[in-house]
């Protein structure tokens, strides 16, 4: 029997049960060895829910570096801390999942595949739309080409009133490094990248709006991922984001929000060509429009959307077992993140920006 995987989980807030989930769903190959947050009860929490008996809780993931027998570690951490903590797991000769987006910013994530590269060691990042059956799909149809050219794309990741931990690290530039582009938006413009495969990026022109909640107390909200808010925070990032990108292949159009003053939820991704278009629902399923034998057709596929992360997770573990890059890997995020640098740029300038 081969031996099991030792995996270390850096991070125990939300987003880390779905990491730990999918360890528990591999138990046969991947034990989950440490549980490491600041806050000792919420490793606890993590290990009582995934860990087993021999699972170890620490609040400083230094102790867990010197670790030879760990292999495989996924950092859930806030956005700030993403590029030093992977850094380290990666110079200890560990194999890294970071959870998006890679870094606060371009030359943060390039430093993270510079460390990864000169270790040897796989780093992937929780690009996890990459595993997603409904993504997998749209690829496979506009790569087998019933779409035609792809000429236009234009994607929505909207909501009413949800802006996520008022005050906290989320809402804060210098912990976060954006807001609703950098938190939702990578999703997007990361699948996006993967159906088409990623064409060069030409030049960006960009609007952010910090409307709603400048005066913290006297915004009211429906929905607050990791609430409560914490009025005595920072609230200085965007909760609405706007562009255009032109690239060597289609053109991208997106409308981004944390938060509006419309009360529908618009989480959709539109790619359309000359011979056909898709509209994907996020994280769901997908609706063909193409044209057979002079009649129209409106195709409504039905399939099984086993857990993205869960999928992820296995890859991961398979991958790093392996010493194989796959599609998650920093090499294919690091024009998300130059992207996302650009739309940035352009709405701090006001105008449009160029990309070399």
Known sequence: ?????????????????????????????????????????????????????????????????????????????????????????????????????????????????????QNGKILNIGVVNRFNRGVERVREAIQNGELGEVYQIYCSFRAFRSIPALGKWFT???????????????????????????????????????????????????????????YDGTYDVEEFVTGLVRTEGPTLTFNGAWAQNIDEEAMFVEFIGTKGGIKLQYGQHYTLYTERDGEFVTEKPDFEIPSQFHCEIAAFADCAEKGEKIRSNIDEVLITAKLMDAIYKSAALGREVTVD
């Not at 995996?7 to 990491?19: E, N, P």
């Not at 495989?72 to 990666?90: E, K, R, T, Y």
Request: charged share 25%; aromatic share 6%; proline share 3%.
């Open 1 to 117: 029997m081969a031996k099991k995987l030792k995996a270390a989980l850096i991070g125990c807030g939300s987003i880390s049960s779905a990491h730990a989930g999918g360890y528990q769903a591999i138990a046969d190959k991947v034990e989950l060895a440490y549980c490491i947050d600041l806050i000792r009860e919420r490793a606890e929490n993590r290990k009582a829910e995934y860990g087993t008996e021999s699972t170890v809780c620490l609040t400083d993931y230094k102790e867990m570096l010197a670790d030879e027998s760990v292999d495989i570690v996924s950092v859930c951490l806030p956005n700030h801390l993403h590029a030093q903590v992977s850094i380290d797991c990666l110079n200890a000769g560990k194999h890294v999942l970071c959870e998006k987006p890679a870094a606060m910013n371009y030359a943060e994530a390039l430093a993270m595949k510079e460390a990864a590269d």
């Open 172 to 230: 804060t530039k210098a912990l976060a490094g954006g807001g609703a582009l950098i938190d939702w938006g990578v999703h997007f413009l990361d699948l996006i990248n993967y159906c088409v495969d990623a064409p060069k990026i030409k030049t960006v022109s960009a609007v952010c709006h910090s409307k709603l909640a400048t005066d913290m107390r006297d915004y009211k909200y429906r929905a607050m991922h990791a609430g409560p808010p914490d």
